[in-house]
Nanobody
């Protein structure tokens, strides 16, 4: 059974940092593309950062380039976030798909975690 469990969210001040982790079980992450997505209140879910399987290519949304870094180790995917801004607030989800997607769009990913809340506020 494919399962993704996120952790690491919380409340942080602007300019602060957080590390989100996604633990995968029931499948081998090496053969999957996996990414982080977020959904702010009243907005559509968007791709934040993805790692494309086999190729190892990474994708970052323009709004997070230079501030976020995605990494994969065994069956865990981390999202390191620095210089956080209030607009980074939202529920962050980890998702995976057993193929090479065109990019980092939520509708291309099949398996989803429950999400972890990130709130950037003073």
């Amino acid at each position: 059974q494919v399962q993704l469990v996120e952790s690491g969210g919380g409340l942080v001040q602007p300019g602060g940092f957080l590390r989100l982790s996604c633990a995968a079980s029931g499948f081998t992450l090496d053969y999957y593309s996996i990414g982080w997505f977020r959904q702010a209140p009243g907005k559509e879910r968007e791709g934040v950062s993805c790692i494309i399987s086999s190729y190892g290519n990474t994708y970052y949304a323009d709004s997070v380039k230079g501030r976020f870094a995605i990494s994969r180790s065994k069956n865990t995917v981390n999202l390191h976030m620095i210089s956080l801004k209030p607009e980074d607030t939202g529920v962050y989800y980890c998702a995976a798909v057993p193929r090479v997607p065109a990019g980092c769009s939520p509708n291309e990913y099949e398996y989803w975690g429950q999400g972890t809340q990130v709130t950037v506020s003073s």
